[in-house]
Structure formats: structure tokens, C-alpha cells
């Protein structure tokens, strides 16, 4: 019998979608991830409605810091709490407390009390848990599913992710004419407080089997990775990739305007075919499981370059277009890869503490790196900016490439020891 026809039972993602416990959790995150997609719309209207005229760049990046970094800090400050606790916990927490939070920008607008302090605030507030509820989402497929189906798995909700982005930001346009940002973010909130109710009650609460280490620090998941040098390198190896991908963000639209002399839509056709090429990209991925995972990852960051090589050059749209669907594919793959090395080289017990400590440090890697391209185009220009990007990730992922090849060859032959380090030490 052929796998054309045992199919669909012989897709990779099978096992995910069939699972008793995870297809019912399924609808519930793609519901809240298309509230994230109307969300990045809506977060920065809100804040030029609310904003005075000549503040609005001001306060724009203000809410959109507000509605990510603050997970950095929550990943320290309720280290100690939340470690030990279950997967669907900490996802649950993140999602009732940022429909909570999220409920509350309205609310107050509801009562006239919304001022732009307040609203920031509230949109910090929603985020503080947010490392600890992507890592909990990962852990719960490492304690659900066995290693095999780790990859498919993180796959499916990579691809969930990129097709709320593809979809998320037009609806949220047309929502916005119609009944303005503010109810777009509560209809934000509702789809968290959906997810919030589909982990409460699609997940039977159990006790975990994975006991931790008493007293261990705030900054254990920190300390595990510092101490594990496959995972330290991993990291270093997505902060790079990240950063240098951050000042595209501010290298594209002036590309566009300055050097193409074209209009927004072209810069939306780009950003779309990019948002295509991922949701291919996160399906191809489920399909890379039998691949060697570590070269692979560092694979993908060497083809990510590549790909945006054609933009950097000045090859023309009908070239640089589908090049950057393609570095949409390549990059796609990338978040299921990294978080499968993360999950096979953690204990269950230690991994929601490492990812969310993998977590709080990459949501400063994209925005760091824009914070770059401002002064970098200025100083170079778009075109040159975008071209010294995608040199600089093809030469970061052939230098990881060198560096896996020289500490493999000075090991015996095979899969790396996988290493768990005691966090409280």
C-alpha cells in the first residue's frame, strides 16, 4: 500500500491532529493566535487615535514594546513561581492574564478612562507572562506526544501562527473601519479568554511526574543554558539570526519608496509573499523529522541568507519577490527545528524554565536589531543595509556550520550525550 493512499494516517502530522488531548487544544490556539494577528494592527492605531499628532512614532513604538518586552522580565520575576508547573498551567496563566489585561483597555475606554499611560501599561501588563506561556506551549507537546512527533507538532503550530499572520492584519484592517481598534483588542481578549477555557477544560489537570530541584533560582532556565553548551550555541545562534534580521523591518519600506520609487503595495505584496513562503515552509517541516536537526537548523539560517541576497543586490521585483517568498520558506522551519534540539536535549523537568529563559532573551533580538536599522540605513542606505544583512547571516550560519563540524569531529561518532544540568547548582 502506498502512502498516497494511507494518507492522511501517513502524514507526519497525524499523529498531532489525532491526538485525544492536543486536537482538542488545536482550535483553541488558532483562535488566539488570529487574535495576535489582529492585534498587531490594532495595538498601533489605537496608540495614533489616542496619541497627540506630533508624538505618535513616540508612542507607537511604546505600545508595541509594551505588547512584547515585558515577557523578558517576567521570565525573572516569576522564575520561582512558575517553575515546576505543568505546560497547560503556564500556557493557561499567560492566556487569562492577557484576556484580563487586554479586557481592561475597553473597559476603560468604555468609562473615558483610557489615557495612553494607562494603556501602555495594560499592554505590558498582558505580556509579562508571555515567555512562560510559549514555553509551556512546547513543554506540553514534549510531556503529550514522544520525541518523534516533537518536529510535526511544533510545525503545526508554527504554521498556525503563520497563517494568522497572513490572515490577521487585513481582517483587523476592515474591522477597524468598521468598529474602530479599540473593539479589535477586545476581540483580542476574547480569543485568549477562548484558549484560556480550551486548556481549562479540553486538558484534564493531573500532577506532574517531573519534580524540581527546591529553592532553585529565578534564573535557573539561564543557568541550564549557560551550562549546556548545545544549548548556549543554539541560543547564540537564534539571537544572531534574529538581530540581523531586525533592521530589515526599517531597511525594506525605504527600499521601496527610496530606491524602487514605488507605493505601500508593493511593500504589502513583499511582506505577503514572505507570509506565503512561511506557511509552506511550516508544513514542509512536520515533513524534516528524519533530517539531522542541528544541521538542519544552521542550514536554514546559510539558505535565509542566500535568499535575501537577490533584495540586497538590486535584482529586480520579478526576481527579488519570489527570492523573498523563498527566504519566507527557508525561515519557517526554523522555530519547529530549534525548539525539537531544545526539547531533545532538556529534561521535561527543566525544559518550561529553559525555553522561557530562550524566550525572554530572543523577544529582544528582532527589536534590538531594528533599533539598528535606523542608523545603519542612514548611514549606508537601504539597498547597501539589506545586502550587509544577508551577508552577515550567511557568514553567522557557515561560522556555526564550521564550529559544529570541529566539536563533532572531536567527539566519537553520533548523536551528542544529552546533558541535564542541575539548575540549582
Same mark, same amino acid.
Given at each position: 500500500?502506498?502512502?498516497?493512499?494511507?494518507?492522511?494516517?501517513?502524514?507526519?502530522?497525524?499523529?498531532?491532529?489525532?491526538?485525544?488531548?492536543?486536537?482538542?487544544?488545536?482550535?483553541?490556539?488558532?483562535?488566539?493566535?488570529?487574535?495576535?494577528?489582529?492585534?498587531?494592527?490594532?495595538?498601533?492605531?489605537?496608540?495614533?487615535?489616542?496619541?497627540?499628532?506630533?508624538?505618535?512614532?513616540?508612542?507607537?513604538?511604546?505600545?508595541?514594546?509594551?505588547?512584547?518586552?515585558?515577557?523578558?522580565?517576567?521570565?525573572?520575576?516569576?522564575?520561582?513561581?512558575?517553575?515546576?508547573?505543568?505546560?497547560?498551567?503556564?500556557?493557561?496563566?499567560?492566556?487569562?492574564?492577557?484576556?484580563?489585561?487586554?479586557?481592561?483597555?475597553?473597559?476603560?475606554?468604555?468609562?473615558?478612562?483610557?489615557?495612553?499611560?494607562?494603556?501602555?501599561?495594560?499592554?505590558?501588563?498582558?505580556?509579562?507572562?508571555?515567555?512562560?506561556?510559549?514555553?509551556?506551549?512546547?513543554?506540553?507537546?514534549?510531556?503529550?506526544?514522544?520525541?518523534?512527533?516533537?518536529?510535526?507538532?511544533?510545525?503545526?503550530?508554527?504554521?498556525?501562527?503563520?497563517?494568522?499572520?497572513?490572515?490577521?492584519?487585513?481582517?483587523?484592517?476592515?474591522?477597524?473601519?468598521?468598529?474602530?481598534?479599540?473593539?479589535?483588542?477586545?476581540?483580542?481578549?476574547?480569543?485568549?479568554?477562548?484558549?484560556?477555557?480550551?486548556?481549562?477544560?479540553?486538558?484534564?489537570?493531573?500532577?506532574?511526574?517531573?519534580?524540581?530541584? &527546591?529553592?532553585? *533560582?529565578?534564573?535557573?532556565?539561564? !543557568? $541550564?543554558?549557560?551550562? /549546556?553548551? @548545545?544549548? +548556549?550555541? %543554539?541560543? #547564540?545562534?537564534?539571537?544572531?539570526?534574529?538581530?540581523?534580521?531586525?533592521?530589515?523591518?526599517?531597511?525594506?519600506?525605504?527600499?521601496?519608496?527610496?530606491?524602487?520609487?514605488?507605493?505601500?503595495?508593493?511593500?504589502?505584496?513583499?511582506?505577503?509573499?514572505?507570509?506565503?513562503?512561511?506557511?509552506?515552509?511550516?508544513?514542509?517541516?512536520?515533513?524534516?523529522?528524519?533530517?539531522?536537526?542541528?544541521?538542519?537548523?544552521?542550514?536554514?539560517?546559510?539558505?535565509?541568507?542566500?535568499?535575501?541576497?537577490?533584495?540586497?543586490?538590486?535584482?529586480?521585483?520579478?526576481?527579488?519577490?519570489?527570492?523573498?517568498?523563498?527566504?519566507?520558506?527557508?525561515?519557517?522551519?526554523?522555530?519547529?527545528?530549534?525548539?525539537?534540539?531544545?526539547? &531533545?536535549?532538556? *529534561?521535561?523537568?527543566?525544559?518550561? !524554565? $529553559?525555553?522561557?529563559? /530562550?524566550? @525572554?532573551? +530572543?523577544? %529582544?533580538? #528582532?527589536?534590538?536589531?531594528?533599533?539598528?536599522?535606523?542608523?545603519?540605513?542612514?548611514?549606508?542606505?537601504?539597498?547597501?543595509?539589506?545586502?550587509?544583512?544577508?551577508?552577515?547571516?550567511?557568514?553567522?550560519?557557515?561560522?556555526?556550520?564550521?564550529?559544529?563540524?570541529?566539536?563533532?569531529?572531536?567527539?566519537?561518532?553520533?548523536?551528542?550525550?544529552?546533558?541535564?544540568?542541575?539548575?540549582?547548582?
Amino acid at each position: 500500500m502506498t502512502d498516497a493512499s494511507r494518507f492522511p494516517r501517513s502524514s507526519p502530522y497525524w499523529p498531532v491532529v489525532s491526538h485525544p488531548q492536543l486536537r482538542r487544544v488545536l482550535p483553541g490556539l488558532a483562535v488566539s493566535a488570529l487574535g495576535d494577528g489582529l492585534a498587531v494592527v490594532a495595538v498601533t492605531w489605537l496608540a495614533i487615535q489616542l496619541a497627540p499628532h506630533g508624538q505618535r512614532g513616540t508612542w507607537i513604538a511604546l505600545a508595541m514594546a509594551a505588547y512584547t518586552l515585558p515577557s523578558a522580565a517576567g521570565t525573572v520575576v516569576f522564575g520561582r513561581l512558575l517553575r515546576g508547573r505543568s505546560g497547560a498551567q503556564l500556557a493557561g496563566w499567560d492566556a487569562i492574564l492577557r484576556a484580563t489585561a487586554l479586557a481592561a483597555i475597553p473597559l476603560a475606554y468604555i468609562f473615558g478612562a483610557l489615557t495612553l499611560g494607562l494603556y501602555v501599561v495594560l499592554l505590558a501588563a498582558s505580556a509579562l507572562l508571555h515567555s512562560w506561556g510559549s514555553a509551556g506551549r512546547f513543554t506540553l507537546i514534549a510531556e503529550l506526544l514522544p520525541q518523534r512527533h516533537h518536529l510535526p507538532a511544533n510545525a503545526v503550530l508554527a504554521s498556525i501562527a503563520g497563517f494568522a499572520t497572513i490572515v490577521g492584519p487585513p481582517l483587523a484592517g476592515l474591522l477597524i473601519a468598521w468598529v474602530g481598534p479599540v473593539w479589535v483588542i477586545a476581540i483580542d481578549a476574547a480569543t485568549f479568554a477562548t484558549l484560556a477555557l480550551t486548556y481549562r477544560l479540553a486538558l484534564p489537570a493531573r500532577k506532574s511526574d517531573h519534580r524540581h530541584e &527546591r529553592g532553585a *533560582s529565578r534564573t535557573a532556565g539561564f !543557568a $541550564v543554558i549557560r551550562r /549546556n553548551p @548545545a544549548l +548556549l550555541g %543554539l541560543l #547564540v545562534l537564534s539571537l544572531w539570526f534574529f538581530f540581523l534580521f531586525g533592521p530589515v523591518y526599517v531597511a525594506m519600506p525605504i527600499h521601496i519608496t527610496d530606491d524602487l520609487h514605488a507605493s505601500a503595495t508593493l511593500l504589502g505584496g513583499y511582506y505577503t509573499a514572505f507570509g506565503v513562503g512561511g506557511l509552506v515552509g511550516g508544513v514542509v517541516a512536520g515533513h524534516l523529522r528524519r533530517w539531522p536537526l542541528r544541521a538542519t537548523t544552521i542550514s536554514i539560517v546559510v539558505g535565509f541568507g542566500v535568499a535575501m541576497l537577490p533584495l540586497g543586490l538590486g535584482a529586480p521585483v520579478s526576481l527579488s519577490l519570489p527570492a523573498f517568498a523563498l527566504a519566507g520558506l527557508i525561515w519557517a522551519p526554523y522555530m519547529a527545528t530549534s525548539m525539537a534540539l531544545f526539547q &531533545r536535549s532538556t *529534561s521535561i523537568a527543566q525544559l518550561p !524554565a $529553559v525555553l522561557a529563559a /530562550n524566550g @525572554a532573551i +530572543l523577544v %529582544l533580538a #528582532v527589536p534590538l536589531g531594528t533599533m539598528l536599522g535606523g542608523p545603519l540605513v542612514g548611514a549606508i542606505g537601504a539597498r547597501p543595509t539589506l545586502l550587509l544583512c544577508a551577508m552577515a547571516i550567511v557568514a553567522l550560519g557557515l561560522t556555526a556550520g564550521a564550529i559544529a563540524i570541529s566539536r563533532r569531529s572531536s567527539r566519537l561518532p553520533g548523536d551528542a550525550a544529552i546533558t541535564v544540568v542541575s539548575a540549582s547548582r
